[in-house]
């Protein structure tokens, strides 16, 4: 498995903007999906971005035209910027990689390696 460490996380007021950071301990290349997905507590993770080696892109339905995924594979990172954010958005942010076959990209059982997360809150 690949060790993920994100950054990024933090409190920002309803409207405003976050980016967060994961960066790989190992050099992933092209052999990995990348994602991102976010949890609350009582609710199942649920993936919000993800990207694969070819750079095909998927996001949830509430984040398209708010967040963008990018991943440099040089620096083996990942980010998400995510902007007009609301409460809704408010949760832990997991970095994820893997490629299990039989998920779709979104699908959080595609990853088999997680970053710690990290916090996002936003407030109204």
């Known amino acids: 498995q690949v060790q993920l460490v994100e950054s990024g996380g933090g409190s920002v007021q309803a409207g405003g903007s976050l980016r967060l950071s994961c960066v790989a301990s190992?050099?992933?290349?092209?052999?990995?999906?990348m994602g991102w997905a976010r949890q609350v507590p009582g609710k199942k993770r649920e993936g919000v971005a993800a990207?694969?080696?070819?750079?095909?892109?998927s996001y949830v339905d509430s984040v398209k035209g708010r967040f963008t995924i990018t991943r440099v594979h040089a620096k083996n990172t990942l980010f998400l910027q995510m902007t007009s954010l609301t409460p809704d958005d408010s949760g832990v942010y997991y970095c994820?990689?893997?490629?299990?076959?039989?998920?779709?990209?979104?699908?959080?059982?595609?990853?088999?390696?997680w970053g710690q997360g990290t916090q996002v809150t936003v407030s109204s």
């Open positions: 990207i694969n080696s070819a750079g095909t892109i």
């Open positions: 190992s050099n992933i290349g092209d052999l990995y999906c």
């Open positions: 994820a990689a893997g490629d299990n076959v039989g998920y779709s990209l979104i699908d959080s059982r595609k990853y088999d390696s």
